[in-house]
């Protein structure tokens, strides 16, 4: 029974290039969300997607990231252009669909995948 | 708004000690959810436990146990007879459902450091 599947584990570009980072949900979740840590900071929410459709990415950058997670294969997080502050971990999380207001399982995470822009 | 403070930035003990870790929470949603999770030094997040709001009933999981007291909006963990393999940054987190969806807010974690 897989986890939360995320890769590459390590990812380096230059500046100026572009980084995709990939994340498979555990198996029979629908949703999927990523975040973002900062060196020395906790995790702060970037987008939450289920298939086909983006829920909340209220805490995507406005330029340069994009996230998608369509409805075949992993969800796809894509920074274009990247900068020397774009440098972070990035996890992926999935879970069952939400039903009635209620969540109906812990947020599972993937093992992160480590950017570093050089 | 949903916040979560670890106020507690590094700690560091001598195998065997108890240590708590400290969570305070402020959130307007009557039904919410908390977590802890344990990042070790190889970087990935390992989830520990999720309360939900409508259950105070203190838990104990081996040498892990957490206090939840919605009246101080704390959600404290303690570690008895601490060992070095517990060394890592502990996250607490938040999930709101009515105002905030399906985002989790973490704190900022606590660096614990057992010593041997």
């Known amino acids: 029974n897989a986890g939360v599947m995320q890769n590459p584990r390590h990812l380096v570009r230059r500046r100026g290039q572009e980084a995709r980072l990939r994340c498979s949900p555990m198996?029979?979740?629908?949703?999927v969300y990523w975040y973002r840590q900062l060196p020395e900071e906790g995790l702060k929410f970037m987008v939450y997607?289920?298939?086909?459709?983006?829920?909340?990415e209220s805490g995507m950058p406005k330029e340069r990231f994009s996230a998608e997670f369509p409805k075949e294969g992993p969800s796809i997080l894509r920074i274009q252009q990247v900068v020397r502050g774009d440098s972070a971990a990035y996890f992926c999380?999935?879970?069952?669909?939400?039903?009635?207001?209620?969540?109906?399982?812990?947020?599972?995470f993937g093992n992160g995948t480590r950017l570093t822009v050089t | 708004a949903q916040k979560v403070t670890q106020a507690q930035t590094e700690i560091s003990v001598v195998e065997k000690e108890d240590v708590t870790l400290d969570c305070v929470y402020e959130?307007?949603?009557?039904?919410?959810?908390l977590f802890w999770y344990k990042q070790p030094p190889s970087g990935e997040l390992v989830f520990l436990i999720r309360?939900?709001?409508?259950?105070?009933q203190n838990e104990i999981s081996g040498r892990y146990s957490w206090n939840f007291q919605k009246s101080t909006s704390s959600f404290n963990f303690t570690i008895t007879a601490s060992q070095v393999v517990d060394s890592a940054v502990y996250f607490c987190?938040?999930?709101?459902?009515?105002?905030?969806?399906?985002?989790?807010?973490f704190g900022e974690g606590t660096q614990l450091t057992v010593n041997p």
């Open positions: 999380a999935s879970s069952r669909a939400v039903t009635g207001g209620t969540y109906n399982s812990p947020l599972h």
């Open positions: 198996k029979g979740h629908s949703h």
């Open positions: 309360r939900n709001s409508f259950d105070e």
């Open positions: 959130t307007r949603d009557t039904t919410y959810y």
């Open positions: 997607l289920q298939k086909e459709n983006i829920i909340d």
């Open positions: 987190a938040l999930l709101g459902g009515e105002t905030s969806g399906s985002r989790l807010t």
